[in-house]
């Protein structure tokens, strides 16, 4: 019956059943998160399948403390199909990596500081590119991997915006931090090259399980395209128009270590900079908080949010008030 197959292959099925996943764990489900990028000169409407948010400490009744924001994007695809991912394999020091990671937090325009060092995830591969193999068919390509990584990262931004804004307008007494999370989620199976993959193992090889082991996500890491910058340069550039200098006075005072004394400050928290972060974005150079996503095995996202949801909640528990209103 190939309705049934065309209508799993447009991935509504599996946008159902995450948006069912995140409902039952108390996030707040939208569909089809639209934003605009330019596209030749030309202003032109995009999707991203799934926004979903969530309060800290992830209760119905919860006070709001903390809040996330998960944007998904589904990728359906039929059981012949892997995801080839191949890890980072550069040196330690000069390994694909973001400071704000996957799970990104941002708390630069409150009043608010954690004292973790920040939210750790499950043991994931830290991968640089990836392909789609259907094993039946023999059909190899990126396109669908690809589509997906830019779908996520040309909304995050938008969303972005739209959060510091309100960091920045509303009152003291409604700001609070808060997460982004990206996620690209699938069907397929997801692969790693194993370490000691060469083109000769390859050719001496029957199936995937030679050269590849299973994982249940990946942490991926994409170098952003020029046209990237200027899509963030032209979602930014009105952010000033939103923040009176006296609320960013405020904040920076309030982030700024003393640094007359080295050994005292050194001693102190690491405070994110309230100017750097809003003007690194609205020169559009704010790649950071943008290049990494995870891809995650649809079996295993139950696995991610309850991580995830673990690791928001002792972040909550750190939060320490450094003004007052």
Not at 207 to 221: A, R
Not at 230 to 242: I, Q, T
Not at 280 to 286: H, I, P, R, S, V
Request: aromatic share 12%; glycine share 4%.
């Amino acid at each position: 019956m190939k309705w049934k197959d065309r209508l799993l292959s447009s991935s509504i099925p599996l946008e159902f059943e995450v948006g069912k996943l995140l409902a039952e764990n108390n996030f707040i489900v939208d569909y089809d998160y639209s934003y605009k990028r330019l596209d030749s000169q030309e202003q032109k409407e995009f999707s991203i399948d799934i926004k979903a948010g969530g309060y800290y400490p992830f209760e119905t009744d919860s006070e709001i403390k903390l809040s996330i924001d998960f944007l998904i994007e589904c990728k359906h695809r039929n059981p012949n199909v892997s995801w080839l991912f191949f890890e980072d394999f550069n040196h330690e020091d000069f390994k694909s990596s973001s400071f704000r990671g996957v799970v990104k937090l941002f708390e630069e325009c409150t009043e608010y500081h954690s004292l973790s060092s920040g939210i750790s995830l499950p043991l994931a591969d830290s991968c640089l590119k990836g392909v789609e193999i259907n094993s039946k068919t023999g059909e190899v390509h990126d396109k669908g991997i690809v589509h997906g990584i830019n779908q996520l990262m040309y909304g995050l931004p938008v969303l972005l915006n739209r959060n510091l804004k309100y960091n920045l307008i509303d009152h003291l007494d409604d700001v609070y931090p808060f997460i982004i999370c990206p996620i690209l989620a699938t069907t397929a199976e997801l692969r790693v090259l194993n370490s000691d993959f060469s083109m000769k193992n390859l050719s001496q090889a029957k199936d995937l399980e030679e050269i590849s082991k299973t994982v249940p996500f990946v942490k991926y890491y994409t170098t952003s395209y020029p046209s990237f910058e200027e899509h963030c340069k032209n979602v930014f550039k009105k952010l000033s128009n939103y923040s009176n200098k006296e609320r960013r006075k405020y904040y920076e005072s309030l982030k700024k270590n003393d640094i007359s004394n080295l050994e005292e400050a050194l001693s102190k928290p690491f405070y994110r900079s309230p100017h750097t972060l809003l003007s690194t974005l609205e020169y559009g150079a704010g790649n950071d908080a943008f290049n990494e996503t995870m891809i995650c095995n649809f079996k295993h996202l139950p696995l991610l949010i309850k991580k995830v949801k673990e690791n928001i909640r002792l972040l909550g528990d750190t939060l320490e008030k450094l003004g007052s209103s």
